[in-house]
């Protein structure tokens, strides 16, 4: 495999590789075994600096050249800068999460009055991102977050309730959502301040920004360049494949694990279905509410447009609720 071709089938193979939580934070072997196995991945790609300076660079030229078509904006089609044919990896170290690039863009946030399951909140407008940007392959994982937990020491938010149920439960939390779990399954039943927290500590560790998605990125990296209701089309039904869902026709009565599911054009896996991600927006201005992005396991096909969003309260938890996080370039 030649450092220019190493596939994103190769990535995914690499980023779920399991180990037992109970133990990751003092298994040297496990560690090391991770680590020379993304070394050996990141030795069969091109100079990760280098290839980030490219991408600011051509993304920069490409801005700066652009010029809207005439006409109304919020007719005009996506507008998506890439600098390469095939999705960008970026490793920065083997316990932080596979990152993708986001190509910077111009879209319009929102839906279409017409669209089945639109809500009052889903006001279309112009949104333009000058920047590209990493996000994490896919949700952030049981195994990630446990590796957090564990390093850092970080008290985790407890009483996590089920989406079925009004009330919390106090034995129920990120360890027991309620469910089985394993490595490879995206956390849940994490607060906002969880999320915070550990994308402080992906920085802390890393030397790099990490942080939430915004509202507005979010829904521009899970169209992936669409402008249908579904990143995968028009017809929820045809998500059967791509998205874990209450409507979805697999076999999984919960979550799914990472490598379960399909990736949208931007290399993104789970932006639709298995667990909704906090992002850093507030709700409606009330910032003890965060916008919540992507649908859940226990969600119907409307929540999981590419243009639906919910509320979340900051101090709640909920066990089809996780994060995936955003790393500037």
Same mark, same amino acid.
């Given at each position: 495999?030649?450092?220019?071709?190493?596939?994103?089938?190769?990535?995914?193979?690499?980023?779920?590789?399991?180990?037992?939580?109970?133990?990751?934070?003092?298994?040297?072997?496990?560690?090391?075994?991770?680590?020379?196995?993304?070394?050996?991945?990141?030795?069969?790609?091109?100079?990760?600096?280098?290839?980030?300076?490219?991408?600011?660079?051509?993304?920069?030229?490409?801005? *700066?050249?652009?010029?809207?078509?005439?006409?109304?904006?919020?007719?005009?089609?996506?507008?998506?800068?890439?600098?390469?044919?095939?999705?960008?990896?970026?490793?920065?170290?083997?316990?932080?999460?596979?990152?993708?690039?986001?190509?910077?863009?111009?879209?319009?946030?929102?839906?279409?009055?017409?669209?089945?399951?639109?809500?009052?909140?889903?006001?279309?407008?112009?949104?333009?991102?000058?920047?590209?940007?990493?996000?994490?392959?896919?949700?952030?994982?049981?195994?990630?977050? *446990?590796?957090?937990?564990?390093?850092?020491?970080?008290?985790?938010?407890?009483?996590?309730?089920?989406?079925?149920?009004?009330?919390?439960?106090?034995?129920?939390?990120?360890?027991?959502?309620?469910?089985?779990?394993?490595?490879?399954?995206?956390?849940?039943?994490?607060?906002?301040?969880?999320?915070?927290?550990?994308?402080?500590?992906?920085?802390?560790?890393?030397?790099?920004?990490?942080?939430?998605?915004?509202?507005?990125?979010?829904?521009?990296?899970?169209?992936?360049?669409?402008?249908?209701?579904?990143?995968?089309?028009?017809?929820?039904?045809?998500?059967?494949?791509?998205?874990?869902?209450?409507?979805?026709?697999?076999?999984?009565?919960?979550?799914?694990?990472?490598?379960?599911?399909?990736?949208?054009?931007?290399?993104?896996?789970?932006?639709?279905?298995?667990?909704?991600?906090?992002? *850093?927006?507030?709700?409606?201005?009330?910032?003890?509410?965060?916008?919540?992005?992507?649908?859940?396991?226990?969600?119907?096909?409307?929540?999981?447009?590419?243009?639906?969003?919910?509320?979340?309260?900051?101090?709640?938890?909920?066990?089809?609720?996780?994060?995936?996080?955003?790393?500037?370039?």
């Amino acid at each position: 495999m030649t450092r220019a071709g190493i596939s994103l089938v190769a990535i995914v193979a690499l980023s779920v590789l399991g180990y037992t939580p109970a133990s990751a934070h003092d298994d040297v072997a496990w560690k090391a075994e991770r680590e020379g196995r993304f070394a050996a991945v990141k030795a069969a790609l091109p100079p990760q600096d280098a290839t980030i300076a490219t991408i600011k660079s051509k993304t920069a030229a490409m801005v *700066s050249a652009y010029r809207a078509a005439p006409g109304p904006a919020l007719q005009h089609p996506p507008v998506v800068w890439r600098t390469a044919a095939a999705p960008v990896v970026v490793f920065d170290t083997a316990v932080a999460p596979r990152m993708v690039v986001v190509p910077a863009g111009e879209y319009t946030i929102g839906s279409p009055d017409t669209e089945a399951g639109r809500q009052h909140d889903e006001k279309r407008r112009r949104v333009r991102l000058n920047r590209a940007f990493a996000v994490s392959m896919f949700p952030i994982t049981y195994g990630e977050y *446990s590796w957090f937990v564990h390093a850092s020491g970080h008290k985790s938010a407890t009483a996590c309730t089920m989406p079925d149920n009004v009330s919390a439960s106090g034995a129920r939390d990120w360890l027991n959502p309620g469910f089985p779990q394993t490595p490879r399954s995206p956390v849940t039943c994490v607060a906002y301040a969880d999320a915070q927290a550990y994308v402080r500590w992906l920085a802390q560790t890393t030397g790099h920004r990490y942080r939430l998605l915004s509202d507005a990125e979010y829904e521009y990296a899970a169209r992936g360049g669409t402008t249908t209701a579904y990143w995968w089309g028009e017809d929820f039904a045809a998500g059967c494949a791509p998205v874990n869902s209450a409507d979805a026709c697999d076999p999984f009565a919960f979550t799914v694990p990472l490598d379960k599911s399909k990736a949208n054009a931007f290399g993104l896996f789970d932006v639709a279905g298995n667990v909704g991600s906090w992002t *850093s927006d507030c709700w409606h201005g009330n910032c003890a509410a965060r916008v919540v992005r992507g649908g859940s396991w226990a969600t119907p096909a409307s929540d999981l447009r590419a243009a639906a969003r919910v509320r979340g309260d900051v101090r709640a938890t909920s066990a089809d609720r996780g994060f995936r996080v955003a790393r500037d370039l």
